[in-house]
């Protein structure tokens, strides 16, 4: 292993208040139930925040449907698109304020929120700002109305990302929004409130709501609402599919994955093995559309799992902060929790676990990057999603049975193909079930290219001229 | 000289491309006919061929669907006059035609419409298009029987989609002998398959059903159904298209909402380089 002399980014930055409220027409309001967020890495306490209860939800809704109805709805598109393109400029200029916070109380690498998270983000308010003037344009009829208010519940994985996922297409179209970001990841969602202040954005367009699950329930069920974006567990997703059924609440949900992830026998082995890494510890592997279980030809298993192993060893743990850690904190106690319940049920299910010498901080939560080999589609960590830096290797013989495992999951979000030959790409892409798939590559994002699933990983797609109808009259 | 008897139908269930009867041997008196009377049994029937046809009509190349769905036209506007006999109103059975050949031509078109490349920022080809979404369970409106079943299932099946539809309880002969219509289009048995009976019996077993991929409520005109139906449909989050307002002008534009929300979207990426 090469050693590096630490290089951590400053938090200097970032200015943390000792509490916030929660942010309901363009103030900021105190609440009574306080709760603290902590930086997974060190359990040290940032802040506290205020977990919002059913009355401040309703104050919520009504703020956003009173300024849905005044300010946001009226108003010309052209208009709704400056404010939106002056959001994504703040959110540049801001830009490493917002991705240190992100990564303190996230625990995900630096490198990730600074190169990966932060420009998608800016990128996806500055695309959806050009749509707000040209929605006749979109293929929705000539006249595509708004929904009104949107309800909109994200993850604690991309907490800023699934925010500008969910805001800037909402705010785009007409709606206005009352936000509700996870738990154990409220704050770049309070400092994104600042920056609608920052823009003066009208009150009441955006408003945040902290809280955990009660919160989350009390907006989706609130009667007041027109529409329901939730990404998060399918089972969660469930359970809103049916409290919004037989309301006239327009829904869309972007839920849990089981990737499959499939190398052929003439695939480029070193960039598979980069694309494998990439696919399932990017993020910790919090990450829905996570490539988890790998599907590789029976013929080059043994080159890849050496090639796999060998590059695993290389991976850096540790300190969220320092801008040469490629694998940071698991999010929360709850999430270690799970993960490990489940590898070990990969082991007592017989499947055979490695991972590399790897030390691991004391105090903060930690998993090392792991693998299960002679994993069985019977086995849980093939069946069920795991939510952290846990690949599960199967085998195969030829395309067909690839294809065969491949869907064998009542999950179909993402899937990926590696192959020199692009007949075969075609083919095997045409019959994975799956909304996003990646061939010679993985874990790629983009403002204009639609995200979501199919079957049990939910339905509607986020992003591009997709990414509209799910906040359009249509 | 006596007067010739006539050769009375037998007015049966469409599952598979068959004409069987249900398999409960019930039937019920409507519209001065013995229809059957589809048990939850014969629901799941229905599902097991449409599953089975599901592969390979969503295989079959975009110009062959909007051919089959052109020659259901052919073959609705050869029979008008038995639909009218039926009590069918001569404009609705012109809307059905209509409806047929509108649908048939979308086969080929709304990948163009509905997909395509995007610019996304980096060296990646990017390609979105629509995909079925599988099996579609569908309830027809109590009426137009005709035009309203039509334009339940034609949505459905354009894009590679299975169905199995509900027809209106009231008002089902149209909906039998649709299906003659269909049997002898050239359309794959199991693409779509019709259950007469009661909605109370076989709707909720599709709404249940773990194989169904959406349910179209479209003529559940009970806000009540609806909602439970909607509840059971979230087990394995089916897309739903809720019901039509009581109100639902048939005649007009269907929109693209009908087929959309039956279909998913794939994106696929691929590097480029050299």
């Known amino acids: 292993m090469f050693e590096y002399a630490p290089a951590p980014e400053s938090r200097a930055i970032v200015d943390l208040r000792p509490s916030y409220g929660l942010f309901i027409d363009g103030e900021f309001v105190d609440g009574e139930d306080l709760h603290k967020t902590i930086n997974p890495a060190t359990e040290e306490v940032l802040a506290e925040v205020t977990w919002a209860g059913e009355a401040d939800v309703d104050r919520a809704v009504r703020a956003a449907r009173t300024a849905y109805e005044q300010v946001w709805g009226p108003m010309p598109g052209r208009d709704r698109a400056k404010y939106l393109f002056r959001i994504a400029r703040l959110v540049q200029e801001r830009s490493r304020e917002l991705a240190v916070l992100e990564s303190l109380d996230n625990g995900k690498p630096i490198r990730e929120s600074r190169d990966v998270d932060l420009p998608l983000v800016a990128a996806h308010f500055f695309y959806y700002a050009g749509w707000a003037d040209k929605l006749p344009y979109a293929g929705f009829g000539p006249d595509p109305k708004p929904l009104g208010v949107a309800a909109q519940v994200i993850p604690w994985n991309f907490p800023l990302l699934m925010l500008a996922w969910k805001i800037a297409p909402a705010l785009a179209a007409g709606n206005t929004v009352v936000l509700k970001p996870a738990e154990t990841t409220p704050l770049t969602a309070l400092l994104f409130a600042e920056i609608c202040q920052q823009a003066d954005l009208p009150a009441g367009v955006v408003n945040i709501v902290t809280g955990a699950g009660d919160t989350g329930r009390a907006l989706v069920e609130h009667p007041g609402v027109d529409k329901v974006a939730f990404t998060g567990s399918t089972e969660v997703g469930k359970a809103i599919a049916r409290a919004v059924a037989g309301t006239r609440k327009k829904l869309t949900l972007e839920l849990g994955g089981k990737a499959a992830n499939i190398v052929y026998d003439d695939a480029p082995i070193d960039q598979a093995v980069e694309g494998i890494v990439n696919g399932i510890f990017f993020n910790q592997g919090h990450v829905c559309c996570a490539g988890s279980r790998l599907l590789v030809q029976e013929s080059v298993a043994g080159e890849?799992?050496?090639?796999?192993?060998?590059?695993?060893?290389?991976?850096?743990?540790?300190?969220?902060?320092?801008?040469?850690?490629?694998?940071?904190?698991?999010?929360?106690?709850?999430?270690?929790?799970?993960?490990?319940?489940?590898?070990?049920?990969?082991?007592?299910?017989?499947?055979?676990?490695?991972?590399?010498?790897?030390?691991?901080?004391?105090?903060?939560?930690?998993?090392?990057?792991?693998?299960?080999?002679?994993?069985?589609?019977?086995?849980?960590?093939?069946?069920?999603?795991?939510?952290?830096?846990?690949?599960?290797?199967?085998?195969?013989?030829?395309?067909?049975?690839?294809?065969?495992?491949?869907?064998?999951?009542?999950?179909?979000?993402?899937?990926?193909?590696?192959?020199?030959?692009?007949?075969?790409?075609?083919?095997?892409?045409?019959?994975?079930?799956?909304?996003?798939?990646?061939?010679?590559?993985?874990?790629?994002?983009?403002?204009?290219?639609?995200?979501?699933?199919?079957?049990?990983?939910?339905?509607?797609?986020?992003?591009?001229?997709?990414?509209?109808?799910?906040?359009?009259?249509? | 000289m006596s007067e010739?008897?006539?050769?009375?139908?037998?007015?049966?269930?469409?599952?598979?491309?068959?004409?069987?009867?249900?398999?409960?041997?019930?039937?019920?008196?409507?519209?001065?006919?013995?229809?059957?009377?589809?048990?939850?049994?014969?629901?799941?029937?229905?599902?097991?061929?449409?599953?089975?046809?599901?592969?390979?009509?969503?295989?079959?190349?975009?110009?062959?669907?909007?051919?089959?769905?052109?020659?259901?036209?052919?073959?609705?506007?050869?029979?008008?006059?038995?639909?009218?006999?039926?009590?069918?109103?001569?404009?609705?059975?012109?809307?059905?035609?209509?409806?047929?050949?509108?649908?048939?031509?979308?086969?080929?078109?709304?990948?163009?419409?509905?997909?395509?490349?995007?610019?996304?920022?980096?060296?990646?080809?990017?390609?979105?298009?629509?995909?079925?979404?599988?099996?579609?369970?569908?309830?027809?409106?109590e009426t137009p029987a005709l035009l309203g079943l039509v334009s339940v299932i034609a949505p459905a099946i354009v894009t590679g989609n299975t169905v199995v539809v509900a027809a209106s309880p009231a008002a089902p002969l149209a909906a039998v002998t649709l299906a003659e219509v269909l049997a002898t289009s050239d359309l794959p048995g199991g693409v779509v398959n019709i259950l007469t009976g009661r909605l109370s019996e076989t709707v909720p077993t599709l709404a249940a059903h773990m194989d169904v991929n959406a349910i179209d409520l479209t003529g559940v005109a009970d806000a009540e159904l609806a909602a439970e139906l909607e509840v059971r449909a979230a087990e394995n989050l089916k897309r739903v298209l809720r019901p039509a307002p009581a109100d639902h002008d048939w005649h007009t534009d269907p929109g693209l909402t009908r087929m959309t929300t039956l279909l998913e979207t794939k994106t696929v990426w691929h590097p480029k380089g050299t």
């Open chain 1, 304 to 474: 890849v799992l050496e090639s796999l192993k060998r590059r695993m060893a290389r991976l850096r743990v540790g300190d969220p902060l320092d801008k040469n850690t490629d694998v940071g904190a698991i999010n929360s106690a709850d999430q270690l929790a799970r993960i490990r319940e489940l590898s070990d049920a990969g082991s007592a299910e017989g499947a055979q676990r490695w991972s590399p010498p790897c030390e691991l901080p004391e105090r903060g939560f930690w998993f090392a990057p792991t693998i299960f080999t002679g994993v069985t589609q019977a086995h849980r960590v093939a069946r069920e999603e795991i939510f952290g830096p846990v690949l599960s290797v199967l085998t195969f013989r030829t395309p067909a049975e690839a294809v065969e495992k491949a869907n064998n999951t009542p999950y179909g979000l993402s899937a990926g193909i590696w192959t020199d030959k692009g007949s075969r790409i075609l083919w095997t892409a045409d019959r994975l079930r799956a909304g996003v798939v990646w061939a010679n590559t993985f874990n790629k994002f983009d403002p204009t290219s639609p995200f979501g699933g199919y079957k049990e990983s939910g339905y509607g797609r986020e992003g591009g001229r997709h990414g509209l109808e799910g906040y359009l009259n249509v």
């Open chain 2, 4 to 141: 010739r008897v006539a050769v009375r139908k037998t007015y049966k269930l469409f599952i598979g491309g068959k004409f069987p009867r249900s398999e409960s041997g019930r039937s019920y008196l409507v519209q001065d006919s013995n229809v059957s009377l589809a048990s939850r049994k014969d629901a799941r029937d229905a599902v097991v061929a449409a599953r089975a046809a599901a592969k390979g009509w969503a295989g079959a190349t975009a110009y062959n669907r909007g051919q089959i769905l052109y020659r259901v036209a052919e073959m609705l506007e050869g029979r008008r006059e038995q639909f009218v006999a039926l009590g069918v109103p001569a404009d609705e059975v012109d809307a059905a035609v209509d409806r047929w050949v509108w649908y048939a031509g979308w086969s080929d078109k709304l990948p163009q419409v509905y997909g395509g490349a995007n610019p996304v920022a980096g060296p990646y080809f990017n390609l979105s298009a629509p995909e079925p979404t599988g099996v579609v369970a569908a309830v027809a409106p």
